[in-house]
Structures are given as structure tokens and as C-alpha cells.
């Protein structure tokens, strides 16, 4: 067993890969609750970073996100 930490993305990833279909998130959306899955939230997350990048920011650049509590902030 390998006592190295694992980043928060790395420690995504293992979720994504073996818990995929399962309910990661739960959001309140006009009264309906809309369940999102490790995969799903993989596929958001994946789509927010690569709009991000589009923007060809200089590396390392601060980025803020303004939210109200909800599952896309956590997903960003």
C-alpha cells in the first residue's frame, strides 16, 4: 500500500473510474431534485476546464468563481 497522497483530481478520477453511475451530487432545481453522477460530474467538469483553457490564459493565472451554493460551483 503506497502512502503517497493523491491530489484531489487524482482522488476524483478513482471515484469517477469506480463509483461512475453512482449519485455524487444532489441539486434542488425548481423543486425537482436533479442527481448528478461521479461520470457526469467527470463530463461538467471536463467541459468547464476546457472553456477555461479557450481563453489561453497566462499559466498560473487566478481565477474566481462566483457562485451561489449550488452542484456546478462544487463541480468547478
Known amino acids: 500500500m503506497s502512502s503517497e497522497l493523491k491530489s484531489p483530481v487524482e482522488n476524483f478520477i478513482n ?8 449519485t455524487f451530487l444532489i441539486q434542488p432545481i425548481n423543486g425537482k431534485n436533479h442527481e448528478f453522477s461521479w461520470e457526469r460530474v467527470g463530463i461538467e467538469a471536463r467541459k468547464i476546464c476546457s472553456y477555461i483553457n479557450s ?5 498560473n493565472s487566478k481565477i474566481a468563481i462566483i457562485s451561489k ?3 456546478h460551483w462544487i463541480i468547478t
Request: net charge positive.
Open 15 to 22: 471515484w469517477e473510474t469506480n463509483k461512475g453511475k453512482e
Open 69 to 71: 451554493n449550488c452542484a
Open 55 to 59: 481563453f489561453n490564459f497566462p499559466k
